[in-house]
């Protein structure tokens, strides 16, 4: 497996990666037309190529055989999308194809995210994950992440709840 950081010609394969995981994560629980409305929205080739672009976020392909199978976008200071804390790491995403659960894809994107924390000198490492996600809950604790909030995520027209987790360093 090669973890490599994505450059502006990965654009199409990380919309590609980025709606077919999500959907494979959420579909089951979510109606048709909320997921629809929440792909074509939030993996839009503009709005990914607009966080690409940012210098305070960064992108990395999880590969294995030259295919990729898997994802990680971190983000800094401002990029963050809740505690703009410039003495943390927001894992804004790790998504693996469901294909590839159980083959320590995941596992390699985050110690990814972790080196890049450390690389950086940040004081933790922190992420929003779905309460209803319990394999994503169970792999966030496994790894020593503690709940310390909660905020709301907007999917189509449903308003859920994200368990905030955060990781000392």
Same mark, same amino acid.
């Given at each position: 497996m090669i973890i490599r950081?994505?450059?502006h010609s990965d654009l199409i394969p990380l919309q590609a990666i980025s709606r077919q995981t999500f959907f494979e994560t959420f579909a089951d629980s979510n109606s048709e037309e909320n997921m629809t409305k929440y792909l074509d929205t939030a993996y839009a080739a503009e709005k990914l190529s607009l966080e690409m672009a940012s210098p305070s976020s960064e992108f990395y392909f999880a590969e294995i055989d030259g295919k990729v199978v898997?994802?990680?976008? /971190? &983000?800094?200071?401002v990029a963050q999308t809740e505690l703009k804390d410039n003495s943390a790491l927001e894992i804004e995403r790790i998504y693996v194809l469901k294909e590839f659960h159980g083959a320590k894809v995941g596992?390699?994107?985050?110690q990814k995210a972790l080196?890049?924390?450390?690389?950086?000198? /940040? &004081?933790y490492l922190w992420l929003g994950v779905w309460e209803e996600n319990h394999r994503?809950?169970?792999f966030y604790k496994k790894n020593g992440f503690v709940e310390?909030?909660?905020h709301l995520f907007t999917l189509g027209e449903d308003t859920q709840t994200d368990l905030m987790m955060k990781l000392m360093l």
């Open positions: 950081a994505i450059t898997g994802y990680l976008k /971190v &983000n800094f200071g596992q390699a994107l985050y080196e890049i924390a450390k690389s950086h000198n /940040v &004081n994503a809950l169970s310390f909030d909660k």
